[in-house]
């Protein structure tokens, strides 16, 4: 049998995995639409947190329609001029957009337009009929979300005369009210009245699996709600890698050759890390690998499992000691629970560092996480 060479965290390649990471995520492609002044910058600047529009390279791909993408940014953003109420424009404004979202429909899964988000200013009290028209015509080639911007500039009856505009158009849960005036936003009893958050949970549940991804990863979660989305979804993540070491461990491990799963786990580190937007350099990075999540992998696979390998996994040979798919499976899976569940305890409250609470917390995350595991735990 073929001697494993053991896994040296020294000579591993962070940058080319995190490359290579990169490449693998699919990225959903968002066009956000509306007349000029309708907001549609600061939507997309609070939502991700930042002015992608600066910060990814940026091409036209119609007379007024322009791609932005980046090897770093896990979503394209499509971005449109926008019309002049009024103007001669609105016409062509309505075909150029119509016309660039059914062409990309009838393209491979890549290249379609998998969200629009279209904006309309609250503040002008009206929705205008190419609004209607548009937001309908686009409703039927692809999923729409109609935003109803700068709503801190009407009283609750103007709100909702617009809400009725829009009746027949779009379905009611995809009309979403917002604003990013700071007296709505820093006020907790205001801030129910927005709805940022349904914004992101809706968009994230139009989108295949595989796109889900990459929209969480650049959201800019400021909340409690779109913090624990973001944690329940990164369990796809997960699963993923909870099958690689399933797969490897197919044919039963003796202990001595379990560094064969090591290179999956700590993939599985990186991915969330990368994930969760973990601000830390390469170096960074691999000392908290090394210096916390290897070590635990290493423990959990030495005497303390070995001696409660029957009870973490019922049927499991303990005198024979092996890591079969079933152990394999276990321990990855409450690996990543527990990085997840530190990266998400960091997101919420970052007065501790990922360093800190990952010396103070994941390894009795860990231990929690394989005795909750709900393929291995026993049943009453």
């Known amino acids: 049998m073929e001697k494993k060479v053991p896994f040296n965290l020294d ?4 940058k080319e995995e995190l490359d290579r990471l990169r490449g693998k995520v699919k990225k959903p492609n968002i066009l956000i639409a509306g007349a000029t002044g309708s907001g549609k910058s600061s939507v997309v600047n609070h939502v991700f947190g930042r002015d992608l529009t600066k910060v990814a390279a940026g091409e036209p791909v119609t007379r007024g329609i322009h791609q932005f993408m980046s090897d ?13 109420i009024g103007s001669a424009r609105q016409q062509a404004y309505a075909d150029e957009v119509i016309g660039f979202v ?7 899964a890549a290249a379609q337009i998998h969200l629009v988000w279209y904006a309309i200013n609250a503040s002008m009290k009206r ?9 309908k015509q686009l409703n039927e080639a692809t999923s729409v979300a109609v935003l109803l911007t700068q709503i801190d500039q009407v009283d609750l009856d103007e709100l909702t005369a617009l809400r009725n505009e829009l009746v027949d158009v779009v379905p009611e849960q995809a009309v979403f009210q917002v604003s990013v005036a700071e007296e709505l936003l820093n006020d907790q009893e205001l801030r129910n009245h927005l709805d940022w958050e349904r914004l992101v949970t809706w968009s994230v549940e139009q989108l295949d699996q595989s796109l889900q991804e990459g929209l969480l990863m650049e959201i800019h979660a400021e909340s409690e709600a779109m913090l624990k989305l973001k944690r329940k979804k990164a369990n796809r993540i997960i699963s993923g890698y909870v099958a690689s070491a399933g797969t490897a461990a197919a044919v039963p491990l003796p ?7 090591t290179p999956i786990q ?17 170096d960074m990075l691999k000392t908290l690998i090394g210096s916390t999540i290897i070590p635990q992998i290493g423990r959990a696979l030495s005497k303390t499992i070995l001696l409660n390998v029957m009870k973490f996994f019922p049927g499991a040979n303990a005198a024979a000691s092996v890591i079969n798919a079933t ?6 899976w409450a690996i990543g629970l527990a990085i997840n569940e530190v990266a998400y305890r960091n997101a919420m409250d970052s007065s501790k560092t990922i360093e800190q609470l990952l010396n103070s917390d994941f390894g009795s995350l860990f231990e929690q996480f394989m005795e909750q595991n709900p393929v291995t735990k026993k049943k009453p």
Request: hydrophobic share 45%; aromatic share 12%.
């Open 266 to 282: 700590v993939t599985m580190s990186v991915h969330l890390f990368r994930y969760w937007g973990v601000k830390a350099n390469d």
């Open 127 to 135: 929705v205008t009929p190419l609004d209607r028209a548009l937001i």
């Open 102 to 108: 059914e062409r990309a429909q009838t393209k491979g």
């Open 327 to 332: 152990v394999a499976s276990g321990i990855t």
């Open 255 to 261: 202990f001595a050759d379990a560094i064969a799963l």
């Open 11 to 14: 000579t591993y390649d962070l």
């Open 72 to 84: 770093d940014i896990a979503i394209v953003l499509y971005d449109s001029e926008g019309y002049e």
